[in-house]
C-alpha cells in the first residue's frame, strides 16, 4: 500500500469516527431534556430532520430548534440506543444507517407518564464544514411506538 493510500484511508476512518461522534452527541442531547439549541446546531443551516408520520419534517435550522422545543414537553425520558452503523464517507460528505431501541417516557393525551419502546432506523447524510461533520438530514423510519406494558405485537407485520 502506498503513502498516499494510507493517508487515504487514515483520513477516511478519522471522518467516520467524527460521524459516530457526531450521532453519539445527538443522542446525547436528546437525553438531556432535547435541548433545543444544542441539537439545531448539529445541522447544517437548511438541514432537514424527518421523523416521519409520528414525529413531522423540519426544514433549517430554526425548524429543527422548534421542533426540539415542543419534543421535550411529550417525552419525558428517553434513552437513544444506537446500533449497528454503517458509513460511508466520500471526501467533505457521507451517509449512513444506524438502529434505534429507544426505552421512554411520554406524557400521553391527558398528560399522564407512559412507558413505550420505539425501534427505528435513521438514514442520515453529513457534510464537513470546516473540521466539523454535521447533519445535512436525519430520517427516522420508526417501526414500532409502543405501549410497554401492551408490547408491539399489534404494530408489526
Known amino acids: 500500500m502506498s503513502t498516499e493510500d494510507l493517508s487515504q484511508k487514515v483520513a477516511m476512518l478519522i471522518a467516520i469516527e467524527d460521524i459516530k461522534n457526531l450521532k453519539a452527541t445527538y443522542c446525547t442531547y436528546c437525553d438531556s431534556d432535547y435541548d433545543p439549541k444544542e ?4 445541522f447544517v443551516e437548511d438541514g432537514v ?12 435550522k430554526q425548524a429543527i430548534h422548534d421542533f426540539f422545543v415542543s419534543a421535550s414537553g411529550s417525552i419525558v425520558f428517553a434513552a437513544h440506543l444506537v446500533m449497528n452503523p454503517i458509513i460511508n464517507v466520500n471526501g467533505n460528505s457521507g451517509n449512513g444507517k444506524w438502529r434505534l431501541l429507544m426505552p421512554c ?5 391527558n398528560g399522564t407518564p407512559e412507558s ?3 425501534l427505528s432506523a435513521y438514514t442520515e447524510e453529513y457534510v464537513k464544514v470546516g473540521e466539523k461533520w ?14 410497554h406494558l401492551d408490547g408491539w405485537v399489534t404494530e408489526t407485520t
Open 49 to 60: 430532520w424527518d421523523g416521519g408520520p409520528e414525529f413531522g419534517k423540519h426544514t433549517g
Open 116 to 118: 413505550r419502546w420505539l
Open 39 to 42: 441539537l439545531s446546531n448539529l
Open 134 to 147: 454535521l447533519f445535512k438530514s436525519l430520517i427516522v423510519d420508526s417501526q414500532f411506538y409502543a405501549a
Open 105 to 109: 417516557t411520554v406524557n400521553d393525551e
